[in-house]
């Protein structure tokens, strides 16, 4: 079974950029599909980005166009790029793969 960390996490002020790290273990995450969601307490949960398995990415309406998702297969990690953060990016920030769940990286965009 595979354990996701993120990090990246913190307080960004609007306009600003924030690159999140889920970092995997216990198995290569290279030919997987990984995808970042985020969710704020008492909200649902919104798809944010994916990575395929071949490298095709795919981006939620509310990031495209500003969001960079990559995978490093190196360190086995995927890493999301926000730029021009505004304040209803606030929100907990959790990548997954296969069932597997991180535990969340909270990102708070306030001037």
């Known amino acids: 079974q595979v354990q996701l960390v993120e990090s990246g996490g913190g307080l960004v002020q609007p306009g600003g950029s924030l690159r999140l790290s889920c970092a995997a273990s216990?198995?290569?995450?290279?030919?997987?599909?990984v995808q970042w969601y985020r969710q704020a307490p008492g909200k649902g949960r919104e798809l944010v980005a994916v990575i395929g398995h071949l490298g095709t990415t795919l981006y939620g309406d509310s990031v495209k166009g500003r969001s960079t998702i990559s995978r490093d297969n190196a360190t086995n990690t995927v890493n999301l790029q926000i730029n021009n953060l505004n304040t209803e990016d606030t929100d907990n920030y959790y990548c997954t793969s296969k069932l597997n769940w991180g535990q969340g990286a909270q990102v708070t965009v306030s001037s």
């Open positions: 216990g198995r290569a995450v290279s030919s997987e599909n």
